[in-house]
């Protein structure tokens, strides 16, 4: 600081006020408008005059004087610019200092001196507060920048009206990326039902959205995967809003609510009560509404306002959020964010990017919500060298395993040699898994992204038409390099994939932002108890998974539980016992095994146990022939890990995500060989029912929705009514009893040491939850057969199959724990009589077996198509009293039946689930490669449309060419071709047929092994071969005979349409003996072609 004056001409302590005084009025002024008289002299004013801060330039001559004869400072140049109340005190100082210094002034001067220097030292005092106002009061914080926002250190939340979200999904990955908000809601999504949330999803977010049912609007919120939240009301009213709100939790005692609302225009005002009363219950902690409602808020309605004041809301945003395109001084303010607790957050406006509406953003004051890096441990290849790998197992004397009586032991042995030598050229380490959202998202795009909101801040305060021109330019050009950078990265990974499918479909998921990994959430319910701790969320989620197979004993009595249903009787079966597993065998599973699966908790990698499979087959092959010889399977092959995967919904809810079983390679291996040997024994006696199609070789979905559907067609055909019942059971794998198992198996000839190693494969079972690097604890499995196991789904058959017996008069069929009841008559009271007589006696056999019937799913169904409808038929009970539900359309087996059996509906889910995949393709199609592009439509898009087309073929033309329009859309996307290409000109161009070909060529096959007897019993027998009455030409060839049908609609059952397309194929083709299937195909590729009749 300066030197001082003598302290004989000034007071010490008053020197030094001012000298702070200046000091920060001239460092810390806020510039504005200065005040300039007109020959730039310095004009005090009274001193007792007190006006607002503006600031004026004085002359230096005069500023120089003040600050060097009365404070001592040496002159400021160039001249300060400081507020004009400074300069009021400036000079009443030297006036008051002029005369005479205030020490020296005689006694009848000093006192108005003495007054004039107190009022001096008040404004300077207020101009040293920095708040010198009319009405004082705290000042009102500057807005944030984009940048502010993006480097903020607590909740951020932002806002756009987006206008269609799907085509510009790629710039709000962008903004999410470069903003990283922790809550960004979107109003007019414009999606759709049939829009899956996997494509508009976000890495690293949660997507929570209301759709409007019909065409526009909708609402959607994206919250960052560290945040806690849930839904607690969604709402959608047609032609007045959609609302959705959310629960987020900050903290076990602190929460806020946030909503998003969009209202259009044209909703009538009752459309703002409706919303009020929605949202009044939830105003009682911390509130924030985000949104659209298209009131101007800068006028805002006398009515909205008070509405506004009753619920104590109050809108943070100020400035206009969508600009009149001609000229930036017109705007208004229809964007809003509306919080009951407004002193806690900071608002901004930034630029339009997305639409014609601007972005809009606060920030809450606090800490923000931080989630811990997600860290995995995973086997380092860094320096693995496979030859030394190799030479290593070599080196072990694995011949030692058969001189082990133990399998405990013997397993042991194997582990820990195999495990050591594995650890030691592939270590475990821990890896911190980055959470970046888009790879693509280069740090140029960035430092652009960053440049363009300069230029709108820019644009918008100077009101320059050509500030606003180069920002649109600039925006244009960060648009543009946004979707190059995307495409142009994606083109690459997939030019390097080659002939690597797994990297193809990585890429591909990592394109729909599918997540690969799955991760714990940050909280959990369960007992209606909130955890958040990682460790108690992990034992949760095991032990909800662990009972899921209590549902039966949970509902019913322990009487209903105490016995179980006799096995249905069976003429003497040859005795089952297991034979030895042979080396070659053992080879060629482990040489198939999949690299890229999970080991279990063993930690044998498949990738290693493939990588020397020469080198331990022979050891493996001994194992398990020492589990057959000692019954006894060991521990760790009965320990199975489960990662919980989201489904959607409330991610509280633990009934929301599906339990994933990881098993040990080996032991899936070894059930490989052991699911072999039973699978023979049962299909080479028989024993499974002929209406049972799950998990059977030659039979399917298809196969088993055509063998019912030609019961219905030939009942209607004759005028019967026909009516079913959909059975659902409630977790059914899970709810299998072992002991009820081990006497279905007992039944069926299995041996004593057969049905004693299955005892032991039951027993002992337990499962741990794995996730992020932790391990809970093993809980006991003591119901159901284990998941993701090989015999799993052939034991679940077993265990099912004497249901069918209990059918009585009706025709049932079986798939897995899909089941099918019905029945058919001339009397619609005779049909639902006996249809209820069949499932009472179907229930009391699903008790038997301790299978829970899950009633609010399982439904009822009249298939009419010209006999008049009942307006309320005779309701079909459970044993609980329960009437299940008449529906008009289910869903089964894949395949949507409606009660006409037209497939409309099918057609229009077809249509709809490719519709929306061909867009996405449509969307990213700069980022394909051709040859991607023909893989993806040739491996997503044609096995969708060929899954139950020999059964949808039977409707209408005019549906079917729905489904036409949608396969030439597919075409045109690897043709690049112009939508006014002719559809005979697509499938030249792509090499494809027609889908009529398609569904032909299908539909001849089928039959073709229903004459092979390749087929399921239950369609050979439709079937039957013509017996030439006279030799002929003709007549040598293979025909069939052609039932009665006595209706159009007769004449699509399997039995009538199959006879005839056989015949008429046969014209052309004229097989005289039965040939190969491989043969055929090749025959009927060249008999069916498209040959264009267009005109």
């Avoid at 946030?258 to 009363?277: G, K, M, N, Q």
């Avoid at 019912?708 to 899970?734: E, G, H, P, S």
């Avoid at 198992?741 to 299995?750: E, H, Q």
């Amino acid at each position: 600081m300066p030197r001082c004056m003598s302290l004989s001409n000034v007071n010490m302590p008053c020197i030094l006020l001012f000298r702070l005084v200046i000091i920060v009025l001239v460092h810390n002024g806020a510039p504005s408008s200065t005040l300039h008289t007109p020959d730039n002299s310095f004009v005090p004013p009274p001193t007792h005059a007190v006006t607002s801060p503006i600031t004026t330039s004085m002359s230096r001559d005069t500023t120089s004087l003040i600050i060097t004869q009365c404070l001592g400072l040496p002159p400021l140049y160039p001249h300060p610019t400081i507020p004009l109340s400074a300069h009021y005190a400036l000079n009443i100082f030297y006036h008051a200092q002029k005369p005479a210094p205030l020490i020296l002034c005689p006694q009848r001067s000093r006192r108005p001196v003495l007054i004039a220097f107190s009022r001096t030292l008040i404004l300077l005092l207020l101009c040293s507060a920095g708040d010198v106002e009319v009405n004082p009061g705290p000042a009102c914080p500057q807005a944030p920048s984009f940048v502010d926002f993006c480097v903020r250190k607590s909740l951020g939340f932002m806002h756009v009206n987006i206008r269609s979200l799907l085509p510009k999904f790629v710039l709000l990955t962008a903004l999410a990326h470069s903003a990283n908000p922790d809550v960004l809601a979107v109003s007019e999504s414009w999606l759709r039902k049939a829009t899956k949330n996997s494509e508009i999803s976000i890495p690293n977010y949660n997507i929570f959205r209301q759709d409007r049912t019909a065409k526009g609007g909708g609402v959607a919120v994206y919250c960052r995967d560290g945040l806690q939240s849930n839904v607690i009301l969604s709402r959608s009213i047609p032609k007045q809003f959609e609302l959705l709100i959310l629960k987020i939790t900050l903290s076990r005692n602190k929460s806020l609510t946030v909503a998003a609302c969009y209202r259009p225009p044209s909703a009538p005002s009752c459309a703002l009560d409706t919303i009020c009363e929605l949202i009044a219950p939830h105003l009682a902690s911390e509130f924030v509404l985000l949104g659209d409602l298209n009131w101007d808020m800068l006028n805002t309605p006398p009515v909205l306002q008070s509405k506004l004041d009753a619920l104590n809301l109050t809108q943070i945003i100020k400035e206009p959020t969508r600009y009149n395109p001609n000229s930036v001084n017109k705007g208004t303010l229809i964007d809003v964010i509306l919080t009951n607790w407004p002193s806690k957050y900071t608002s901004a406006v930034f630029n339009q990017d997305l639409s014609d509406h601007c972005l809009i953003a606060c920030i809450r004051y606090g800490a923000a919500v931080k989630r811990p890096p997600l860290i995995t441990v995973k086997r380092s290849l860094k320096h693995f060298c496979e030859q030394a790998f190799l030479i290593d197992l070599a080196r072990v004397s694995w011949k030692d395993i058969d001189l082990i009586p133990s399998v405990e032991d013997a397993w042991s042995f194997f582990k820990s040699n195999f495990l050591t030598i594995l650890d030691k050229h592939a270590p475990f380490k821990k890896c911190r898994t980055k959470n970046r959202y888009s790879p693509w998202f280069t740090p140029d795009l960035t430092a652009l992204d960053q440049h363009k909101n300069i230029l709108w801040r820019t644009a918008i305060a100077s009101n320059s038409p050509r500030d606003m021109q180069l920002f649109r330019e600039v925006r244009n050009q960060y648009t543009q390099s946004v979707r190059k950078a995307k495409a142009s990265f994606f083109r690459q990974k997939f030019a390097s994939c080659s002939s690597n499918s797994k990297k193809f479909w990585d890429t591909v998921k990592s394109m729909e932002n599918k997540s690969t990994s799955s991760q714990l959430p940050t909280a959990l319910r369960l007992a209606n108890t909130v955890t958040t701790d990682k460790s108690m969320i992990i034992e949760n989620f095991n032990k909800h998974f662990s009972t899921a197979g209590h549902a039966f004993r949970l509902a019913t009595s322990t009487s209903a539980n105490s016995s179980a249903p006799p096995a249905a009787p069976r003429p003497s079966l040859s005795r089952f016992s297991f034979t030895q597993i042979q080396i070659a065998d053992v080879l060629k599973e482990l040489q198939n095994l999949d690299p890229y699966k999970s080991a279990g908790l063993d930690n044998l990698d498949p990738l290693f146990l493939k990588l020397s499979a020469t080198i331990v087959a022979t050891p493996i092959t001994s194992l398990f022939n020492l589990s057959f010889i000692s019954s006894e399977i060991p521990k760790d092959w009965k320990a199975a890990a489960v990662i919980p995967l989201f489904k959607g919904g409330d991610t509280l809810d633990p009934n929301c995500y599906r339990p994933i079983s990881i098993l040990p390679c080996l032991s899936k291996v070894f059930e490989s060989q052991v699911n072999k040997q039973v699978t023979d024994h049962l299909e080479s006696h028989r024993t499974f029912s002929a209406v049972q199609s799950g998990f059977r070789a030659g039979h399917g979905c298809t196969s088993a929705t055509l063998k019912v559907l030609n019961d219905i067609i030939t009942a209607i055909d004759k005028r019967q009514y026909c009516a079913a019942v959909f059975i659902d059971l409630a977790k059914a794998f899970d709810s299998v009893n072992h002991h009820i198992l081990i006497g279905r198996l007992s039944s069926l000839g299995f041996s004593d040491d057969c049905l004693a190693w299955f005892t032991n494969y039951f027993a002992d079972r337990v499962q741990c939850v794995k996730s992020e690097g932790m391990l809970s604890g093993p809980l006991a499995v003591s119901m159901g057969v284990p998941q993701g196991s090989i015999l799993g789904p052939t034991l679940f058959s077993v265990y099912i199959n004497d249901v069918a017996l209990a059918a009585g008069d009706s025709l049932i069929h079986l798939y897995a724990d899909d089941t099918i009841l019905y029945t058919f008559g001339p009397s619609l009271d005779t049909v639902l009589s006996n249809l209820q007589t069949s499932f009472n006696a179907i229930q009391h056999s699903f008790r038997g077996l301790q299978l829970l019937l899950n009633a609010s799913k399982t439904k009822c169904m009249l298939f009419n198509r010209s006999l008049p409808a009942p307006a309320c038929p005779t309701s079909i009970t459970t044993l609980d009293g329960s009437d299940l539900e008449y529906v008009d359309v289910y869903k089964y087996l894949g395949v949507w039946l409606d009660r006409k059996l037209s497939f409309q509906t099918h057609i229009k889910h077809l249509q709809s689930k490719i519709k929306s995949r061909v867009g996405f393709l449509f969307r990213n199609k700069a980022s394909f490669t051709q040859a991607a592009k023909l893989t993806l439509v040739k491996l997503t898009i044609l096995p969708i449309l060929d899954f139950g087309d020999v059964i949808y073929k039977m409707a209408s033309n005019t549906l079917l060419s729905k489904l036409d329009a949608v396969y030439h859309s597919a075409i045109r996307f690897v043709t690049k071709a112009p939508y006014t290409t002719h559809h005979c000109d697509l499938y030249a161009l792509v090499g494809w047929p027609s889908l009529h070909i398609r569904r032909q060529t299908h539909w001849l096959q089928v039959i073709y092994k229903s004459m092979l007897g390749k087929a399921p019993p239950y369609l050979s027998s439709l079937v039957t071969m013509a017996t030439p009455i006279r030799s002929t030409r003709s007549s040598r060839c293979i025909s069939l005979i052609i039932p009665k049908a006595n209706t159009s609609f007769g004449r699509l059952s399997f039995q009538y349409s199959a006879a005839c397309d056989w015949n008429e194929l046969q014209k052309s083709l004229k097989l005289e003996t039965f040939i190969s299937l491989t043969n055929f195909k090749h025959q009927l590729s060249e008999q069916l072609t498209d040959r264009c009749s267009c005109t």
